[in-house]
């Protein structure tokens, strides 16, 4: 079931109430330390559309195109130990996806990392905002991450049926 942004938005709120509302029950020891073991256990948050509701061309920022309105989204959060994520898409339902995470360094360095896929279709990503950078499924790369708190973003285009990102970020 697919349901619209203003849908989630609606559902979300809801969830947030309903947990406020539990968590003012639960002994403030409780709280604090369910919101600590949160923070240590970053997510990838994923946006699923149909890739034909966007404008996926080789050499340009896929990002505005999840944040278009009028286009159904499916929004999920993916659990991750080390930043590596397993993404299953199916192409024969031209589905594209826009995954990020956020998380702390503890110092600056390079990251190694590999994108693989079932088939070699194009993905982008960025780093903390610099610019997209547009590589074929499949490949060995490296990015910089800075100490304190970075941000990236993986897209697919609807060309990937699986997209498989294995990194050492945390």
């Known amino acids: 079931m697919e349901v619209t ?3 989630f938005d609606t559902l979300k709120a809801r969830f947030e109430e309903v947990a406020a509302r539990v968590y003012s029950q639960v002994p403030q020891k409780l709280s604090s330390q369910a919101v600590e073991e949160a923070l240590a256990h970053p997510m990838w948050i994923c946006r699923e559309m149909a890739a034909s509701d966007g ?3 080789a050499g340009t920022d896929w990002e505005p195109q999840f944040e278009q309105g009028g286009v159904t989204y499916v929004d999920y959060g993916l659990a991750t130990n080390t930043g590596e994520l397993q993404l299953h898409l199916d192409t024969s339902h031209g589905r594209a996806a826009k995954n990020v995470l956020r998380w702390n360094s503890p110092i600056n360095r390079t990251v190694n990392f590999h994108a693989g896929a079932d088939n070699f279709g194009r993905i982008q990503y960025k780093i903390n905002s610099q610019a997209t950078t547009e590589i074929i499924a499949d490949t060995n ?3 910089n991450v800075r100490a ?6 993986l897209m ?3 060309s990937v049926d699986r997209l498989d990102f294995k990194a050492g970020l945390f």
């Open 55 to 57: 404008a996926f061309s």
């Open 156 to 158: 697919t285009n609807g």
């Open 5 to 7: 942004r203003e849908e």
């Open 148 to 153: 304190g708190e970075n941000i990236l973003i």
């Open 141 to 143: 790369s490296s990015f």
